[in-house]
């Protein structure tokens, strides 16, 4: 069975906090991750708090110099948040950048980074000053500091402020993604017990739930708390309905109304078969859809290793039964070529929705979608039909194509 890689096309519509709230919660561990509580992501643990501010960088700023107002703000921030009292004792800070592109650290960054204890926080804070405000020793002037990031940095370097500021420093980490976030998401992901040939489609539909439930609960002007119980809880569930013991998912998307319009156009068997028996048209549009997407569905089915070339035998013979009986029924029950076929198609469409493939539930479509192929081949002579004379019937209207 063929192992997804790649990460889906679809992530990128996802905002970074909920796509990293999505990170914090594959984990083996009881969690609570929160976003907008504590800050961008917030994760409380075992009396532990960590607080991450997130940065997605698309642009040419980058949040990681030595003067980025984002980063001074994220500071003066954390420490406020400490003077007022809302973090707990215990507590992890934690700076993210997601980037496009290759960015570059500031040296003040790297020291506030690389500063584990009380000390080095204290010597980190001095350098950045002659950073910034430049060295009395030196006779080199400084640039000046922008109106933008003055206000915070005035905070940083009070006197009344600096004890505050070099917990922070103690605390604080940076990580940096250089177009690899993305990517190491998916692969933690696929780290859990799920089946790895729905790796994508439980990507997808997990990042959805999260995506669902921050939405549900920041749109009150609330943060948003979700558990790792709850999480594990709705993973399992969209595992379960997709296990392969008990059914075949969909992976194909439903197609286009312009790719089923041209199906259509292209009056194929199966559709003259329909136009047969006076079908409307919105059902006409309908079957061409399931045709489609059942030719897609059967295609990725095989590419995940899921089914192969003789998988469908019986299936096929199953609904050439149902037909066959179906027939039979109408005949006695129905009078008038075009009502029987009616009667005819509308039975076999209703049975076909709960006709197993290898013992597993198949997608509500599948059903029709192989009707509609049973219908459709070979063009001269389909295996099935629903007009009481289709053979005779689309012979003559291939004279007439003539």
């Known amino acids: 069975m063929s192992d997804n890689t790649h990460v889906p096309d679809k992530l990128e519509g996802y905002m970074l906090q909920v796509r990293h709230a999505l990170y914090e919660l594959i984990c083996l561990d009881e969690r609570v991750v929160s976003v907008e509580a504590y ?26 110099t030595d003067r ?16 007022q ?15 496009s592109h290759s960015i570059k650290a500031g040296t003040i960054p790297k020291l506030f980074a690389e500063a584990k204890t009380e000390t080095e926080a204290k010597e ?17 002037k400084p640039r000046p500091i922008s109106k933008t ?35 190491e998401l998916f692969n933690k992901f696929k780290m859990q017990s799920i089946p790895l040939e729905y790796a994508t489609e439980l990507f997808e539909s997990m990042l959805g739930w999260v995506s669902d439930q921050v939405h549900q609960q920041t749109k009150q002007n609330k943060p948003a708390y979700i558990s790792s119980k709850d999480y594990k809880t709705a993973l399992d ?44 048209e919105s059902d006409i549009f309908e079957a061409a859809s399931d045709f489609l997407r059942t030719r897609s569905e059967k295609t990725a089915w095989a590419k995940k290793g899921l089914i192969n070339g003789g998988s469908f035998t019986d299936y096929y013979d199953s609904l050439k039964r149902l037909w066959k009986n179906q027939k039979l029924l109408s005949s006695v029950v129905v009078n008038g070529d075009i009502e029987r076929g009616k009667y005819l198609y509308a039975q076999c469409l209703s049975y ?18 192989s009707l509609q ?15 009481p004379r289709y053979i005779e019937l689309l012979k003559g209207d291939d004279n007439g194509d003539k």
Not at 39 to 64: C, F, M, R, Y
Not at 251 to 276: F, G, M
Not at 376 to 384: A, F, G, L, Q
């Open 39 to 64: 800050e961008d992501v917030a994760v409380e643990k075992e009396g532990l708090l960590i607080a991450e501010q997130t940065k997605s960088v698309l642009s040419n700023n980058n949040p990681v």
């Open 68 to 83: 980025a107002e984002v980063f001074w703000k994220t500071i003066y921030n954390w420490c406020n948040y400490f003077t």
């Open 85 to 99: 009292g809302q973090y707990p004792p215990k507590v992890v800070l934690k700076y993210i950048v997601v980037s």
């Open 124 to 140: 980190a804070l001095e350098s950045a000053r002659i950073i910034l405000f430049g060295d009395t020793k030196s006779k080199e």
């Open 149 to 183: 990031i003055e206000p915070y940095i005035e905070y940083c370097f009070a006197p009344k402020n600096k004890e505050t500021v070099i917990k922070v420093i103690s605390l604080m980490e940076i990580d940096i993604h250089e177009d690899t976030y993305d990517q």
């Open 237 to 280: 569930s969209q595992i379960r309905s997709r296990d392969q013991k008990i059914i075949l998912s969909a992976v194909s998307v439903q197609p286009e109304a312009s790719q089923t319009t041209s199906e259509v156009e292209r009056h194929d068997t199966y559709i003259k078969q329909l136009e047969l028996i006076d079908v409307d």
């Open 352 to 369: 076909a929705i709960s006709h197993r493939l290898l013992g597993r539930d198949v997608p509500s479509f599948f059903g029709s979608g």
């Open 373 to 387: 192929a049973l219908a459709n081949e070979p063009s001269d002579r389909p295996t099935i039909g629903w007009h």
